[in-house]
């Protein structure tokens, strides 16, 4: 299974098949597993085995077939699960930190993995942002003895790009564990491991899952984080995938590739279009040569992605009146649907900030975030530029 081409895995990698035979996976909905006796009982709990379970918190047919399935498209040892995206980041650096660790973040990040990365400040752990773009800071910012290094790439919601290869490196000089939300980059375009990084978060509500339809997260990482740092943590605080969310997130692997490229086609067309648009002030999209790591970008994930960011000119009430006029996109804060969404972050996402975090992250009264879908390319276009006629 190891020299299988990543479209492959995505179809095949982890399925395991009942006495049926099943041609597609089966949803095994059950919290507990009945043992043949108190001493096969005692036995499991002990060391579970890889067909053995114990309980769905812990572990569970379907869930185990998802994550197997991420680690082998993702290209690490193991993967967990866990019930959304942010239970996978919490999950991450709560399982690894302790009171006293230094941890160095992006400062570029969804606003909820910033709150995370405050309630660890709160129990003691010292967090230093930096700009994620800036290797310089990254270099200055970690010492002997960080523990962490946490980044996403490409970032929300200015599509800042990372040097994931070269914070790696600074990171493993004083033996930190590098992590990287990988959300925006989707599996289909992330060399994040192979680049360097130890520890891949997913958020599975955005492309995995594809459809809008279920939250869920997974964290890719090496069997000994996974299973000796990871595990014990979320096993315990009862953060676990549902085996039906499992079950649709891997139906919704099966189409990822073929969804992913089509939607960063249809962005990479739109920002090209958009680019000089008099109503906007700037388009940023990693896809187009005008982005200041437009080469890192390509060289990293051979692609845009699917989200276009632009700013339009006239503040607030402009960004409105384009949210307002639009007819296909939906206004909504959710991103990776074959549904193109889009959003305010100034106003939702990246509202509880204050003023003077926003300015300095760039999320700026008349930015907006586009997620492309899967609809025809001219009729968002067209929808586009008629709400752009009415600004
Ligand atoms: C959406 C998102 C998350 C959180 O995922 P949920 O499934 O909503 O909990 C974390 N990081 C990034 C970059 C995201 O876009």
Redesign the pocket.
């Known amino acids: 299974m190891s020299d299988w081409k990543t479209r492959t895995k995505l179809i095949h990698a982890g399925a395991r098949r009942s006495q049926y035979g099943e041609m597609s996976e089966a949803i095994f909905l059950t919290q507990g597993f009945v043992y043949d006796s108190a001493g096969q009982a005692e036995a499991r709990f002990i060391e579970a085995g890889p067909d053995e379970f114990i309980y769905a918190r812990y572990g569970n047919p379907t869930v185990r077939m998802f994550e197997e399935r991420m680690a082998a498209i993702e290209g690490t040892e193991d993967a967990f699960a866990t019930a ?6 919490n999950g991450a650096l709560t399982a690894l930190l302790r009171a006293g660790d230094h941890v160095v973040s992006a400062r570029a ?2 606003g ?2 910033l709150y995370v990365l405050e309630i660890l400040a709160r129990f003691g752990v010292e967090v230093t942002f930096v700009d994620g773009t800036d290797e310089g800071q990254w270099r200055a910012a970690v010492r002997p003895g960080t523990k962490a290094l946490f980044l ?1 790439t490409v ?2 919601p200015t599509l800042e790009v990372v040097d994931i290869a070269a914070v790696a490196a600074i990171g493993h000089d004083v033996g930190a564990t590098v992590i990287v ?4 980059a989707t599996p289909t375009f992330s060399k994040a491991v192979a680049l360097g990084a130890d520890v891949v ?1 997913y ?4 492309h995995i899952d594809g459809s809008g339809r279920c ?3 997974v964290v890719c990482g090496s069997r000994a984080f996974v299973r000796k740092v990871l595990e014990p943590y979320l096993k315990h605080t009862g953060a676990a995938l549902s085996p039906f969310n499992a079950w649709v997130m891997l139906k919704g692997l099966e189409t990822l590739d073929l969804r992913v490229r089509q939607q960063a086609a249809t962005a990479l067309a739109v920002a090209r279009a958009l680019e000089d648009h008099p109503k906007l002030a700037r388009v940023i999209y990693p896809g187009l040569p005008a982005h200041p790591r437009h080469g890192l970008a390509m060289a990293q994930m051979g692609s845009g992605g699917t989200v276009v960011t632009f700013e339009v000119a006239g503040g607030q009430a402009a960004a409105f009146r384009l949210l307002d006029a639009l007819r296909i996109v939906k206004i909504s804060n ?2 990776g649907d074959a549904k193109s969404i889009i959003t305010h972050p100034a106003t939702t996402t990246h509202q509880r900030l204050p003023a003077e975090q926003k300015a300095a992250l760039g999320i700026t009264p008349g930015l907006v975030r586009l997620s492309l879908g899967l609809e025809d390319e001219a009729d968002i276009l067209a929808d586009l530029r008629q709400a752009l006629d009415r600004v």
């Open positions: 959304s995206g942010m239970a996978a980041v990040l969804f909820s993995c996403e970032s929300n939300d990988n959300v925006f978060v958020s599975a509500t955005k939250l869920g997260g959710n991103l």
